[in-house]
């Protein structure tokens, strides 16, 4: 008897600036949600002290108690060591070393606990739940800080042998350029919010010099960062140097997805983050790149499209680590 189908379900998604803890009975809907600042700089105790008792207050408010969780399942970025279940210092959370999260919950809780890298579970939540529902072949594009990928191929999540299939931002597109995974010009350079940020400060110190107006320059002058949410509220309003930004980032997505569609055939490309939010001003400029750069029959074939999960992915991805969804 499958029990995760009469118990309940732990969800844990742990990020750089909040984790939430869930639960559910039937994913995705979720039944209770707690949520916290990560606060990576205070090391991982405090964090894994609010997720057990996070999970245990939750319980108690359904009328339950350990003994009714079936499975536990941990999204987070990696590194990490799958099997064992071991946060291995990732770059959004430096001070969680060796934290053995598998152990320290299975201990707590007296149930299985199944980890997962965020991209990978971020792909199995949209193939099931999301836009890459119906597919066999997928990519799910992790477009935030930093850019990667989780690989669906024949149904199926596609880990490779070290569990580090899917790295599309260590790819080099250009000798020179915006740093991302501490390499010039890699695809994580040019086309995350990371790298969108350093190629905007380029674009409106040009501006200026050039006395182009921005509406980018009150933030550059401050010495302020400048963020992909700065750069795509200038966009929405015509700033011209904010559209050129996205034009350019739109244009190195669509070379490193050119790459995927020709390496790996997908029928869908599913990208998350930048891509939810900022629609075709990304996109269009990627699927013109697509179309001039990867092989015809499956350029034509692949479609390329926002996750449709929005912020609730992460949810979902934790909750299906949960259901063992491979």
Known sequence: MDTTKSKLLVGIDIGGTKTAVLLSSTPPEVIARKEFATRPAQGPERALQLIKSGIREMLAEQGADATAIARLGVSCGGPLDRVQGIIQSPPNLPTWDDVPIKAILEREFQAECLIENDANAGAVAEHRFGAGKGCQNMVFLTMGTGLGA???????????????????????LTRTGPIGHNKKGSAEGWASGGGMAQVAQQAVAAALKKKRPTRLAKLYRSGGPITAKDIGAAARQGDKVALEVLETTGEKLGEIL???????????????????????????????????????????????????????????AALCIAMGIQ
């Open 150 to 172: 989780g690989v669906i191929t024949d149904g199926r999540l596609y880990r490779g042998t070290n569990d580090l299939a899917g790295e599309v931002g260590h790819v080099r």
């Open 258 to 316: 050119a790459i995927l569609v020709d390496l790996l055939n997908p029928d869908r490309i599913v990208i998350g983050g930048l891509a939810m939010r900022l629609g075709d001003l990304l996109l269009e400029p990627a699927r013109r790149v697509i179309k001039r750069e990867a092989l015809e029959l499956p350029a034509r074939t692949c479609q390329v499209i926002p996750a449709s999960l929005g912020e609730s992915i992460g949810d979902a």
